[in-house]
């Protein structure tokens, strides 16, 4: 028994300080957080918290479904784009973001904290359609197709694959040197099975992508019998450029250059790697959200939150003396547990959400208070301190699962109810909720008994009740 508690000690201080460092607001090294953090893409983890659209504001936008003419929108095309939505903003690395469906073709979309958000609409609402499309044979003077003076990056082009007009946002900016000529689509971007950037020795920006089996031996096939030809590579009918093949490329892979930006090149990767929408939209509504609490409201919130904390201590330790200053350290570890995990996960702090985390804590309280009280009584039966402890954690242990496991049972009711009905402050606020409580249990029952099995384990420790470490039974 001894040495199993000592092997939990020694795991427990490990935990708590590993803990600590993620929790604390510094610059972590790039390796850790590459290690830690598995859940978003690279360049998003930063081991730093987030804050939700109530703390930090952002962006809202109202996107309507701009069908072609003859085209019937329907409600699995408007989940299909809701989807795609979801899975792009997630790309972008916005935190919390909110996609939900309104009435029959819109759909409403929340960016917390969103640094470009002019950008990050047209990624989202962009259809995404990537074709790989024949312009035929090149001049070998300069690499232009012969039967036309040029195709040049970002000219609007139109495909045999496509199935609706662009936008009119895109027709506007976009010239249309061949209004009446059609270009043959080799092939989608259905067959992409991975995408990214990355730079160039110049270090200019480049999307590299990799085809499917299926799209390689296509790829393969069509640059083996068209070697010399330009092969256009086009998103949303615009041209992104047309490169001229040399050789034969059998193995899928392949990059696309032109001059973007590493946001623009960043933006695009997103957009061919979660696919197309099913149906065109446009933007009916956008505006900008200010954090409804601001900074004023946050510190302070921060600040209530400490003294909370500190009177819950200090009423702990008066009450209960020394086991008292054992529940104080096991619920800093709690605190440490669950910040970190905040972080690595990671998990959105909202409003709901930080009042979820304070009544976790509060039930983590809860969970010591019977366990001592349960001691209590064992010691008025005679019973020895050592005794007593183990007796305590065994006899209270059914109160604090069956209690703390309903509220898990109404947290994951809360969570389906906000998946469901797009109540996403709802699905913070028991999200939030469960993972403390879930971290209670442990600190409560693993590490509240591992130091107290401890402390409490010679007949030495009698003479503290004398000394009153120990509250009077």
Same mark, same amino acid.
Request: proline fraction near 5%; charged fraction near 15%.
């Given at each position: ?23 604390? #607001? ?34 809202q ?7 072609? %003419? ?5 409600s699995d ?27 029959? @073709?819109? /759909? ?12 990050? *609409?047209?990624? /989202? ?9 024949e312009?035929? #044979? ?10 036309? %003076? ?12 496509s ?8 027709? @506007? ?5 061949? #209004? ?31 085809l ?5 031996? /296509? ?19 615009i ?40 149906v ?19 510190? +302070?919130? *921060? ?8 009177i ?20 800093? /570890?709690?605190?440490?547990? @669950? ?33 001592f009280? $349960? ?14 402890? @183990?007796?305590?954690? +065994?006899?209270a242990?059914?109160s ?25 402050? *709802?699905m ?28 409490? +384990?010679?007949?030495? *420790?009698?003479?503290l009740?004398?000394? $009153? ?5």
């Amino acid at each position: 028994m001894r040495n199993r508690d000592a092997v939990l000690l020694v795991f427990i201080i490990l935990l708590a300080v590993v803990a600590v460092w993620i929790a604390l #607001p510094i610059d972590h090294p790039y390796w850790a957080r590459q290690a830690l953090v598995w859940q978003t893409p690279p360049e998003y983890r930063d081991l730093q918290l987030k804050e939700g659209l109530d703390l930090q504001g952002g962006t809202q936008v109202l996107l309507q479904a701009a069908p072609p %003419p003859g085209q019937t929108v329907t409600s699995d095309d408007m989940e299909a784009a809701k989807t795609t939505v979801e899975r792009r903003v997630n790309g972008l690395g916005v935190t919390e973001p909110l996609v939900q469906l309104e009435g029959n @073709n819109r /759909i409403i979309v929340e960016l917390p904290g969103i640094s470009n958000p002019d950008a990050a *609409v047209q990624t /989202i609402r962009s259809t995404g359609q990537l074709e790989f499309v024949e312009f035929g #044979p090149a001049n070998s003077t300069n690499g232009a197709p012969t039967s036309w %003076p040029n195709i040049q990056q970002g000219v609007y082009v139109r495909t045999n694959d496509s199935n609706h007009p662009p936008s009119s946002a895109i027709t @506007n900016t976009v010239k249309d040197p061949y #209004p009446n000529q059609v270009f043959k689509t080799i092939m989608t971007g259905r067959y992409l099975s991975q995408v990214g950037t990355q730079l160039n020795s110049s270090g200019q920006p480049n999307i590299a992508f990799q085809l499917s089996s299926d799209g390689a031996k /296509i790829f393969g096939d069509y640059t083996t019998a068209h070697v010399g030809d330009v092969l256009g590579i086009v998103l949303d009918n615009i041209v992104l450029s047309a490169p001229r093949i040399n050789s034969a490329i059998p193995d899928g892979s392949g990059i696309i250059e032109g001059s973007f930006t590493l946001d623009e090149a960043n933006n695009l990767a997103v957009q061919m790697r979660y696919g197309s929408l099913p149906v065109p939209l446009d933007v009916v509504d956008r505006r900008t959200i200010g954090a409804t609490l601001g900074a004023d409201s946050v510190r +302070h919130s *921060v600040l209530a939150g400490m003294v909370g904390l500190i009177i819950v201590i200090l009423f702990m330790i008066a009450q209960y003396r020394l086991p008292g200053m054992v529940a104080a350290v096991a619920l800093l /570890i709690y605190m440490a547990l @669950n910040l970190a995990l905040y972080k690595l996960i990671p998990v959105t702090l909202t409003l709901p959400g930080i009042a979820g985390f304070l009544l976790s804590t509060g039930m983590a309280v809860d969970a010591n208070v019977l366990i001592f009280e $349960r001691m209590k009584e064992e010691l008025r039966w005679g019973r020895s301190l050592e005794y007593a402890v @183990n007796a305590a954690f +065994h006899r209270a242990w059914p109160s604090i699962r069956d209690s703390n496991l309903s509220t898990i049972i109404s947290c994951v009711v809360l969570i389906l109810f906000g998946r469901t009905f797009g109540a996403q402050q *709802v699905m913070g606020f028991a999200i939030n909720l469960s993972l403390g409580v879930l971290i209670s249990m442990f600190t409560a029952v693993v590490v509240t008994r591992t130091f107290m099995s401890l402390l409490f +384990h010679s007949e030495q *420790v009698e003479a503290l009740r004398g000394k $009153r470490l120990l509250v009077d039974f």
